[in-house]
């Protein structure tokens, strides 16, 4: 049965009551960047995510990766996508397809080298071991944020150096002692020979690898003590609000401001403290073994986790009751070359893959965001190619609200 949320745009649909804040995120920011198409990077380097990620991040909302395939995935794969992302502005979903007992997933999703749980907004999982799947890796992803919010904020402050006379450094070796015991956590730099530390800047930053907060000045003197004061915060934030993009009424005042598309992706900000999960509800596969008893299983459990599961990747919208609002992420999306008609496009890959255009599965299907790799990374120009599946997928979302809507 179709849900009247199919005809609902985007930025309504994020008004709406109980929708998680990642999924809020998401909704606005494909408004704004009028892209609901995810990149399926599947290459095997870092360098290629990287540069795949460079090349596409403009025209996407989500790019989707396999971190297991990656033959040199460490923490430089990790920082450079969070710095791309957060630049270019998507999501990261890995689609590592979790289905074992609650217990292995939740080591899986949290440790081990992938730890998807620090790095990725989105994953996803089978149902067939049962509910429990759900609960576990939400529990996970909540410890594993607690973890990611627990950073150290370091003040430092220094007195102007002085010319000293002898008489005075008996006095100031026991000062030194003195300082020592009244703080504990105080560190004396005055023993390096010649050389004074001079405090530039600390402002508790989360560690990004950039750790000098001080610059040595070498100046002839005697060097001042330097005391170092270390504070630990902690702090969470899972229903953390949108500024300024809240509700769709912002959106729409951006626009009739005449605000830049820049504009708006900065008042949006970074995505929550949160985390995001997609049950595996149908496939794209020939033969696959999902039957409907089974996708409708996937989404009785989504309606008990709705603070987690934030869709489905399915082969149709299945939104179908009184206050359903997943997202629907589809896979095996093809476009026939430029030129030809849509019936010139592939029909499969010959191992078992079947495609589907965009007008099919969003306008037709009802599905949000479709997934596109091979169409994309085989392209003699990706960037073009992005932007010509992003454009045929946006034409086919805003044909499906105007009819449906009209």
Avoid at 27 to 37: A, E, P
Avoid at 146 to 155: M, N, P
Wanted: include cysteine; glycine fraction near 8%.
């Amino acid at each position: 049965m179709s849900s009247p949320i199919r005809s609902l745009p985007f930025t309504s649909r994020a008004d709406l009551p109980n929708v998680p804040p990642l999924s809020e995120y998401l909704l606005h920011l494909i408004s704004i960047k009028k892209s609901n198409l995810c990149v399926s990077a599947d290459v095997n380097s870092t360098l290629a995510l990287l540069r795949l990620a460079e090349e596409v991040g403009d025209y996407i909302c989500v790019l989707k990766t396999h971190a297991d395939i990656i033959d040199d995935f460490g923490e430089k794969t990790i920082k450079g996508l969070q710095e791309i992302s957060s630049r270019k502005k998507f999501l990261i979903f890995e689609d590592r397809k979790f289905g074992d007992i609650g217990s292995t997933v939740q080591a899986q999703y949290t440790r081990g080298p992938l730890r998807i749980a620090t790095w990725a907004h989105i994953t996803n999982a089978h149902i067939f071991p049962g509910p429990a799947i759900v609960s576990a890796l939400s529990l996970a992803a909540k410890a594993a944020l607690k973890t990611l919010t627990l950073y150290v904020s370091t003040e430092i402050t220094a007195g102007p150096a002085r010319p000293v006379s002898e008489d005075e450094d008996s006095d100031d070796e026991n000062d030194d002692d003195d300082d020592d015991d009244e703080n504990p956590n105080s560190e004396d730099y005055s023993s390096t020979d010649n050389r004074e530390y001079v405090l530039l800047k600390s402002e508790g930053k989360k560690p990004e690898g950039k750790q000098s907060a001080m610059a040595m000045a070498f100046t002839g003197r005697k060097n001042s003590v330097v005391t170092a004061t270390t504070t630990i915060f902690q702090t969470v934030e899972e229903k953390r609000c949108i500024p300024g993009l809240r509700k769709s009424e912002s959106v729409d005042r951006a626009k009739n401001e005449s605000a830049s598309r820049e504009e708006a992706l900065e008042a949006l900000g970074d995505p929550p403290l949160s985390r995001g999960l997609l049950l595996l509800a149908e496939m794209s596969s020939e033969g696959h073994l999902m039957t409907s008893e089974y996708t409708s299983a996937c989404l009785g459990m989504a309606r008990q986790h709705t603070d987690f599961v934030v869709g489905f990747v399915a082969q149709r919208s299945l939104n179908s009751q009184k206050g359903d609002n997943f997202l629907c992420f589809t896979p095996g999306v093809n476009l026939p070359p430029e030129g030809e008609g849509e019936n010139g496009g592939r029909k499969g890959d010959g191992l078992g893959q079947q495609y589907r255009t965009p007008a099919t599965v969003v306008a037709k299907e009802g599905c949000d965001i479709i997934i596109v790799g091979r169409g994309i990374l085989g392209a003699h120009d990706r960037k073009r190619e992005a932007e010509r599946y992003r454009r045929e997928a946006w034409r086919a979302y805003e044909g499906r609200i105007s009819k449906v809507g009209g």
